[in-house]
């Protein structure tokens, strides 16, 4: 979902388009692999990612808080439509809060992802679908 609102916000090509599928294609086929072989491992690593993601997000709201900062403008931005229904935001929400959002989706991941690799053999996953 992260994906499709920046793609909705910047409009880009369709050879950049196709990069990016084709990019996804070749990283969901190795970390399939990569799963099968070590999912521990791939939910720590993901976890991680997760971390650094919650990071640059903040990192992010703090340039559109500055008041001469590069991305103030996203202050007053109106949000992707794409992001309103996704993330059921009132009609007149900007870039801001879809960022705090964004965040708050990566935030929750990396605490999914660390507690699944932190599973041992006899534990169930304690999240049920859609969690």
């Given amino acids: 979902m992260h994906l499709l609102t920046a793609l909705q916000l910047k409009e880009p090509s369709l050879l950049f388009r196709l990069a990016v599928i084709g990019a996804q294609g070749v990283f969901v086929t ?48 109106a949000a992707p439509d794409v992001a309103i229904r996704y993330w059921k935001m009132k009609p007149d929400s900007t870039m801001r809060d879809v960022i705090l959002a964004i965040r708050a989706d990566e935030a929750h991941h990396r605490i999914v ?18 969690q």
């Fill in 113 to 130: 992802n660390h507690s699944l690799a932190s599973l041992r053999k006899d534990e169930f996953n304690p999240y049920k679908p859609g």
């Fill in 30 to 77: 190795l970390f399939g692999f990569s799963y099968i072989i070590n999912a521990k491992f791939c939910h720590r690593f993901v976890g991680y990612l997760e971390e650094e993601a919650v990071k640059t997000y903040t990192k992010c709201l703090e340039d559109i808080d500055k008041p001469d900062g590069p991305m103030k403008h996203w202050q007053t931005q």
